[in-house]
């Protein structure tokens, strides 16, 4: 059975340019989608497609970059998005050696709703503890976490596409 | 752990600063991109022309309403002033004008975009209020605007005063559109639903005192403290003219 990625390497100016690209994307126009009055989360589903693609090193080191660009515009201190999409970059990738291809959409569909799920409930809590920020009431996050799940699936094959096309480079001998 | 987090993060926020420095100009074209698109996306799209009437029109009635809630204040005032010649009031406070331009960027980013910055004299730390009371305090500066968070962030807590019994508190934020947490005021205390809660402005206090904040809708007793729900006489979703003071804690 053939891998869903298999670990490739990238080189970091091409993934800095991909996530540079979503952080303008974010500021210019996903910021401004607004359902219930939450957002796409694009940083978390440009780790989680990319580290599908790219297996474990380089999903992490996406992850890296994707968080460090999403520090940038939150409130909350830099380096817990970076944490946060590190470690979902590394697992994704990781999970995708393991996964079928005959399969693809449905491990892609499950990936950005079960990883979504996992930032959106880790990353609150790591703010928690660093500041002691406060959780949004239950409504009011259930409704973030939907509502993001919703965006990230509805922008998911445009970033697939794009994140498939720049990545896209020799895989690594195995 | 936390704080040494903190320490290293801070460190690095002159970055965050800078980056969104130069990002202004991008969330401008976004903002006029999307301004005209017919359907709304969010508080910050939908028909300019209407939107600056009706901004117009609410900035009228909260002075209004801001008004009625000083006066209720006023009338317990009075008779401390009377004795208290050095009581400072919003007079004489310099003040810099402007406009909420944009909203949170990200889904756990409470804070709203100002149209006045740096340049303009803005400082991390001074309270921003509208016709209606307290918005505010500015989290974050640049040359050109500033970043407030609102009174109702979950991170916000202000000394606040009941303007009745004048006793003192701790007004917590719970989260946008919520009420906030009147804490530490005594069983003993007469508290009535619509109250008007005021800024304390106490030694240390990062706002003047006797800025609206709101009225109390709930009541309910604890098993120290009463617990009290204070709706925020500023709308947050309406909120359009604000004031930033250049006032900074003695």
């Known amino acids: ?174 | 752990m936390g704080s040494t987090v903190l320490a290293a993060s801070s460190s690095l926020n002159p970055v965050r600063d800078r980056v969104r420095s130069e990002l202004d100009p991008v969330r401008d074209l976004g903002r006029r991109l999307t301004s005209g698109v017919g359907i709304s996306l969010g508080r910050f799209g939908g028909d300019t022309a209407l939107r600056e009437e009706n901004a117009r029109l609410r900035r009228d009635l909260d002075a209004a309403r801001a008004s009625s809630l000083r006066f209720e204040d006023a009338i317990r005032e009075r008779d401390e002033l009377l004795t208290l010649n050095s009581y400072s009031d919003l007079v004489g406070i310099k003040r810099v004008d402007g406009r909420i331009i944009d909203g949170p960027i990200t889904n756990f980013d409470e804070t709203v975009e100002i149209d006045r910055g740096a340049q303009q004299g803005v400082k991390v730390g001074n309270p921003v209020v509208t016709g209606a009371g307290l918005l505010g305090i500015v989290v974050g500066v640049g040359p050109n605007r500033a970043r407030v968070m609102p009174l109702s962030n979950a991170s916000s807590a202000v000394g606040a005063r009941l303007s009745r019994s004048g006793d003192l508190g701790i007004a917590r934020g719970v989260a946008t559109g919520r009420a906030l947490d009147l804490d530490l005021i005594d069983l003993d205390t007469k508290v009535a639903s619509g109250e008007v809660v005021v800024t304390s402005g106490t030694q240390g206090s990062r706002f003047p005192p006797g800025i609206p904040m709101g009225r109390v809708t709930q009541v309910r007793a604890g098993t120290i403290h009463q617990k009290i729900a204070v709706r925020p006489s500023v709308d947050l979703d309406r909120a359009v003219y604000i004031s930033v003071l250049l006032w900074a804690a003695p």
């Not at chain 1, 303008?24 to 957002?39: N, Y």
């Not at chain 1, 979902?88 to 399969?103: M, N």
């Open chain 1, 1 to 174: 059975m053939r891998s869903f990625g298999a670990e490739r390497a990238v080189p970091l100016a091409r993934i800095v340019l991909l996530c540079v690209t979503v952080l303008v994307l974010h500021v210019l126009l996903f910021s401004r989608f607004s359902l219930f009055a939450v957002r796409p989360e694009p940083f978390l589903l440009l780790t989680i497609v990319g580290a599908l693609q790219l297996g474990p090193s380089g999903g992490a080191m996406l992850g890296c970059v994707a968080g460090f660009s999403a520090d940038l515009l939150s409130a909350s201190p830099l380096g817990l998005w970076l944490l946060v999409c590190g470690v979902i970059g590394l697992g994704v990738g990781t999970l995708a050696l393991q996964l079928a291809t005959e399969r693809r959409r449905a491990a892609l569909i499950a990936s950005v709703v079960g990883c979504t799920v996992l930032g959106l409930l880790v990353y609150p809590a790591l703010a928690f503890a660093v500041t002691e920020q406060r959780y949004p009431p239950p409504l009011r996050y259930l409704t973030i976490i939907v509502f993001a799940v919703l965006w990230n699936l509805l922008l998911m094959p445009v970033f697939y596409a794009a994140s498939h096309r720049l990545l896209s480079a020799k895989r690594v001998a195995r």
